[in-house]
């Protein structure tokens, strides 16, 4: 028998079957789905249009409050409001509230992935549980809600791609380096449909946190979803995240098929950055040091989590952000707040003269809490800088690493962050 | 099944915040989101939208947010069928999940001037252009999506397989 991915064996697992193949359809079982008050309230509404409305299982959904959080508007309030009321109607536990944070970070924080799973989530960034070797994918409200009633979904089996990536990374150089590094050279459409699955001694030396900021952004290449095999890191983070240990460690075997392989050299990257208007148009950040910034973001479900809010703080003790540059930090879930908190990092932050936002997504969407007017230019940790993304059509978003926000931040300009670290 | 209609033109990469910017996501209504469909491409195109029943797209048409907002919004503004070079993948199942038909067909991007008629089979996965008089083989979409398409979308099939199991 042909070696198998990750992939292939998690949903030969999940559709019952003994193998399954690169375009097989299979209607698989699914372990955990996700919704946020952005798709949940359509999932609510499709559930709602059944003629007798059901959750199979009503323990494995987890309602996130994440998107519009505190409600900016009335009609955020009355999302939330139908959100909480269908969960105590349908019996789900699992509903987390305004200010607990960022939906990819709660849910592996709070112990719900586990290694292994098939996770379905109401929100594209759901691939970001890939960094647990979990097959993860993002789909639409009304999936979610066929993947409640039903317990089950179909999927098409993805071809896999290879990431391999040797050598270690040099200083101020990160994992958001890494995968922009990535889209620059797959391309927007690259990885279409396929599962990226991600190697080599550089993703190990990585930590659990940044090992999420890559997968996270695996959809960017059109990827079904990115994913990495669990290790030492991943069962400690599961540990500390009170995980008991009913889970499978997946791994592709050593002559798994790949429809596409990329190998490179971390040690020979540089801090990058996604120019508008597309997370592939990658430059280097010491070609775009003549780009004036109006605004710098440090948030998301990409990169606001502890590690990321240490690299930046380290940069910005002591200093103060360019006066006319407004920087915004916004930590991806409560406990990390808490622990910035303990650490004196969000003093650092508030003294640098940034605004501390509650856990949430902010403004990477567009919704609130720090949108941009036309002319205006942001450079942001988060994962997309499509056209009006984050406000107005004709503003600009550049995507970077913690690092390259920070140092940006400090001189109002971007910057590579060696130069002032 | 057979659409037929005029076709409006977009271009390659066509994000879901371009289909359906992220401040109008709070609503769910069908009416207002369609009210802005397309407006993050260019503001005039909601109002433009209402005279075409067919979109017809480059690559990779709906990349981004998982938001199933932007089939909504395209589906109430008139839009009956969208044909693409490609496809991001979440858009795609959302598309057919709704019941708006989403045809991959090589070359029609470049071959369609906006405004020609076509005619689409769903079934026979033919893309005819009856401005220009040619036609298109389509990639054919496998029996349960158009199943799923036939019956108005997924919720349809969820309800028939509820049913089935009593």
Redesign the interface.
């Known amino acids: 028998m042909a070696g198998r991915t990750i992939a292939e064996k998690i949903l030969a697992r999940a559709s019952g079957q003994p193998s399954v193949e690169p375009g097989d359809f299979v209607e698989a079982e699914v372990d955990l789905v996700m919704v946020n008050d952005i798709t949940g309230p359509l999932t609510v509404k499709a559930l709602k249009t059944l003629s007798k409305p059901r959750i199979r299982n009503p323990e494995r959904l987890v309602i996130v409050l994440d998107h519009q959080t505190p409600a900016d508007r009335v009609q955020s309030a009355e999302n939330h409001r139908l959100l909480r009321s269908f969960a105590s109607e349908f019996g789900v536990k699992a509903l987390y509230d305004v200010g607990e944070g960022v939906c990819h970070q709660v849910l592996p924080e709070e112990g719900y992935v586990k290694p292994g799973m098939l996770i379905v989530g109401a929100d594209s960034h759901t691939c970001t549980y890939g960094a647990f070797g979990a097959f993860a994918v993002g789909v639409g409200s009304t999936d979610a809600a066929a993947a409640l009633a039903l317990g089950k979904l179909w999927l098409k089996v993805p071809e896999s791609m290879l990431v391999r990536v040797t050598g270690k990374l040099g200083r101020l150089v990160t994992s958001k380096d890494l995968i922009l590094y990535v889209l620059g050279r797959v391309g927007v459409e690259g990885a279409n449909y396929m599962s990226v699955e991600f190697k080599g001694e550089a993703i190990e030396a990585l930590s659990v946190d940044g090992r999420m900021t890559i997968t996270n952004m695996a959809v960017e290449m059109g990827a079904k979803t990115g994913i990495m095999e669990p290790d030492d890191k991943t069962l400690q983070y599961l540990a500390e995240a009170g995980v008991k240990g009913d889970f499978t460690l997946v791994k592709s075997d050593p002559e798994a098929q790949y429809a596409e392989t990329l190998e490179f050299d971390a040690g020979e990257l540089e801090p990058l950055v996604a120019a508008p208007p597309s997370p592939a148009n990658v430059k280097p950040a010491g070609e775009l040091s003549s780009v004036e910034i109006d605004q710098a973001l440090l948030g998301s479900c990409t990169n606001a989590r502890l590690e990321d809010l240490r690299l930046a703080a380290g940069i910005l003790k002591g200093r103060r952000v360019k006066k006319g540059v407004r920087m915004i930090v916004i930590p991806a879930s409560r406990r990390i707040y808490l622990k910035a908190l303990e650490e004196g990092l969000i003093q650092v932050f508030v003294e640098a003269g940034a605004v501390v936002a509650p856990p949430g997504c902010g403004p990477c969407l567009g919704g609130h809490m720090g949108v941009l007017a036309e002319g205006e230019r942001c450079i942001s940790t988060t994962n997309r800088n499509f056209t009006g993304r984050m406000g107005s059509p004709k503003a600009e978003i550049y995507l970077a690493s913690p690092a390259t926000v920070a140092a940006s931040a400090l001189t109002g300009r971007i910057t590579d962050p060696r130069e002032v670290a | 099944m057979i659409f037929e209609g005029k076709a409006l033109k977009c271009g390659d990469?066509v994000?879901t915040?371009?289909i359906i910017?992220?401040?109008y996501?709070?609503?769910?209504r069908p009416e207002e989101l369609a009210a802005h469909a397309l407006e993050?491409l260019d503001p005039e195109l909601p109002a433009k939208l209402r005279d075409f029943e067919i979109l017809v797209a480059g690559?990779?048409f709906g990349?981004?947010?998982?938001?199933?907002?932007a089939?909504?919004a395209l589906k109430h503004a008139g839009v009956k069928c969208v044909v693409a070079e490609?496809f991001?993948?979440?858009f795609f199942?959302?598309s057919v999940?709704?019941g708006l038909p989403a045809l991959e067909c090589g070359g029609i991007s470049s071959r369609t001037m906006e405004g020609d008629r076509l005619r689409i089979n769903l079934r026979e996965g033919l893309v005819e252009n009856l401005s220009q008089g040619f036609t298109l083989k389509a990639k054919p979409l496998?029996g349960?999506l158009l199943k799923i398409l036939e019956l108005g979308?997924?919720?349809a099939?969820?309800?028939e397989?509820?049913?089935g199991e009593g």
């Open positions: 990469n994000d915040d371009a910017p992220g401040r996501l709070v609503s769910t993050g690559r990779n990349c981004g947010s998982s938001r199933e907002h089939v909504l490609s991001a993948r979440i199942r959302n999940n709704l496998p349960f979308g997924l919720l099939y969820v309800e397989r509820l049913g």
